[in-house]
């Protein structure tokens, strides 16, 4: 009987603790690195996610700067220029489309919306590649919509019209609108 309560005692000992560690920190950090790599696809990023940094004005460097970490192809994005008199923003980032294939592409269309929608007087945003750059105005993009981004604040509608969409249209020919076949 003693061998028997010493092998409980010692299963308990080990396993409790063994399920606690598993269930609280190993699973949760499992689900953490999951949710990191889904927010980097243009596909299954989350958008309402970044409308929290939804602001009139492109003014705040700190609150555009947490915008674009928060969007997808964070993980190679570099440094950011913002010109406040022209209502323009340049991101760089330390990577080539050829590397990130149509991710690449469909970055530019996700971000450039995204940030047309959250700032609001935000006209031009340039996206900088090592190997190739795109330029899109906020013009552009209202025209391919055929309305402004008002709406797109709603995280369903921006699903919906945008995000969805990337699954479905033909990337080139959404490219060519946004930046007027210039890349």
């Known amino acids: 009987m003693n061998k028997r309560r010493l092998m409980i005692t010692i299963v308990v000992l080990i396993g409790v603790p063994l399920f606690i560690w598993i269930q609280f920190f190993e699973v949760p950090n499992k689900v953490k690195i999951g949710e990191a790599i889904t927010q980097q696809d ?3 990023h989350q958008f309402q996610d970044v409308t929290s940094f939804e602001d009139p004005y492109m003014g705040d460097s700190s609150n555009i700067g947490g915008l674009f970490q928060a969007l ?5 994005r570099g440094t950011l220029e913002m010109d406040s008199e022209s209502f323009s923003l340049i991101v760089n980032y330390n990577t080539t489309t050829a590397d990130l294939g149509i991710k690449a592409e469909q970055g530019v269309i996700y971000n450039t919306t ?3 929608t959250l700032i609001g007087n935000l006209q031009t945003v340039e996206m900088r ?6 330029t899109v105005t906020r013009e552009n993009v209202e025209k391919w919509f055929g309305t402004t981004l008002v709406d797109f604040k709603d995280p369903e509608m921006f699903k919906e019209k945008v995000q969805d969409k990337l699954k479905q249209a033909s990337i080139d020919d959404w490219i060519m609108v946004y930046t007027e076949g210039e890349s």
């Open 129 to 134: 590649f090592e190997d190739k750059s795109y």
């Open 72 to 76: 997808p192809l964070n993980q190679d």
């Open 42 to 44: 243009p596909e299954t």
């Open 114 to 116: 995204a940030a047309f």
